[in-house]
């Protein structure tokens, strides 16, 4: 029992430790995903819609029945079960601009937080930390209109007030 508890307790504190020890916070799997910068230095994401697939089941007569001539069945029909899969929608790739990674600073983070959770789409702790919780609130926040992805599109921190707004984006509104 005690080789359990101090396991439970050894890996518990091995998740704690910072990502290579520097003190440096480690960017979660939502904000190391792939991005991309173009010659301009914008930061591009990249959303991947999986292909859905709908399993269709259909009965259908493998041999018909056999009539007497008033009508009476001599021989019941049989049928069979088939199985066969229909492609609803095709995978899909959709490149979008994101705000690029050196913008998440702990201030920024805990601003999307706020903005996130003032919209009922987080509820964690403001902490300044971009875990698993944050990005599931962004993709969450922005799945209706947006890529379906925990990494923070351009349209979205405008739409959540994060990101400044072009003069022509201003004279729009």
Known sequence: MRTRAALFCAVTLAACVEAGGSGERALPALG??????DAEGRCWGRDIAPAVVQTVTAQEIATPAVLAGDGTILTPATWRTTV???????RGEQAFETVCPPVYT?????SLQRALGARGYYRGAVDGVLDTATGRAVQ???RSWGPDSP???IEAARRL????????ELGAM
Do not use: N
């Open 106 to 110: 702990a201030g920024f983070v805990e």
């Open 84 to 90: 066969r899969q229909e492609i609803l929608r095709e």
């Open 161 to 168: 007030g994060l990101v400044v707004l072009s003069p022509e």
């Open 140 to 142: 969450d926040f922005q």
């Open 151 to 153: 990494l923070l599109s």
């Open 32 to 37: 190391a995903a792939e991005i991309s910068h």
